[in-house]
């Protein structure tokens, strides 16, 4: 079974590397063509907005991600083979099956599950040229491309270092993890995995004295109030109001 290559939702493990709030990615996403006028009884809520975006390396909260998927824009549909239970993640060591790396092994430095990529560090290399202008010449930089983790790679057993395919099972304490298929051995999950933009690991994290601690997350600090946010400002401040307003006239 295959669906089309535009998923409605962001893998976990994206947002957990991004480790940036669901409400700000789904904010960033968002494309609304138009929608009615709120609060106005004569109107109901109708929103006409963008549902489905084509998903690339660039990530889906970034400035070129919505390029690539501005309005009218007309790409080739691609296809993409859901995955019940994602089994690559960054660290892992996994063997090439295609190209002309055929057989060699590497490490994932990125992966993105909206397309079933992931990037294996130094291998899969393609030439790019950039900044060619007709007074320069250009650079010619080398990158690697996205493989597919359904038939382009398979995970290495740490026993053996040979590749094989894993199914997910369950320890006697019920912890999930992966089993090689071929040998039994648990391949566990990669520290790496756990690194995001703002730390390596979470134990090594070390609070700024900007960030809202988890005591204070919990604590609910706001007290609703019938006056504006003038009001509240003003009566702070101990401000009183003196002035008498001009009469106004409604025909």
């Known amino acids: 079974m295959r ?5 409605q939702k962001i893998g976990d493990v994206s947002k957990k590397f991004a480790n940036l709030p669901e409400s700000y990615v789904k904010r960033s996403m968002e494309q609304v063509y ?9 109107y109901l809520p109708r929103t006409i907005e963008r ?12 400035g070129q991600f919505r390029q690539q998927n501005m ?13 019940a239970n994602w089994s690559f993640f960054k660290g892992d060591r996994v063997e090439v099956l295609v190209g002309r790396d055929k057989g060699k092994q590497g490490i994932v430095s990125q992966v993105f599950q909206e397309r079933n990529w992931i990037i ?5 290399c393609h030439l790019r040229k950039v900044a060619d202008e007709k ?3 250009g650079i010619t930089i080398k990158s690697e491309a996205p493989l597919l983790v359904t038939d382009q790679v398979r995970l290495v057993d740490p026993s053996d270092l040979q590749g094989t395919s894993i199914e997910w099972r369950f320890t006697e304490d019920g912890e999930k993890v992966r089993v090689s298929t071929r040998t039994g051995r648990i391949i566990p999950i990669p520290k790496g ?21 988890g ?37």
């Open 3 to 7: 669906i089309t290559g535009v998923l």
């Open 34 to 42: 138009w929608k009615t006028p709120r609060g106005l009884p004569q």
């Open 51 to 62: 549902k489905r975006f084509r998903f690339t390396t660039n990530r889906p909260w970034t």
């Open 71 to 83: 309005p009218g824009t007309i790409r080739k549909k691609v296809f993409v083979e859901p995955v």
């Open 120 to 124: 294996v560090s130094g291998l899969n």
């Open 135 to 137: 007074d320069y010449p």
């Open 193 to 213: 995995h756990e690194e995001t933009h703002d730390y390596k690991a979470k134990s090594l994290y070390v609070e700024r004295p900007k960030d809202t601690v």
């Open 215 to 251: 005591d204070v997350v919990k604590e609910i600090t706001f007290k609703p109030s019938l006056q504006t946010f003038e009001m509240e400002i003003m009566k702070e401040m101990g401000i009183e109001e003196d002035r008498i307003p001009t009469k106004t006239y409604w025909y």
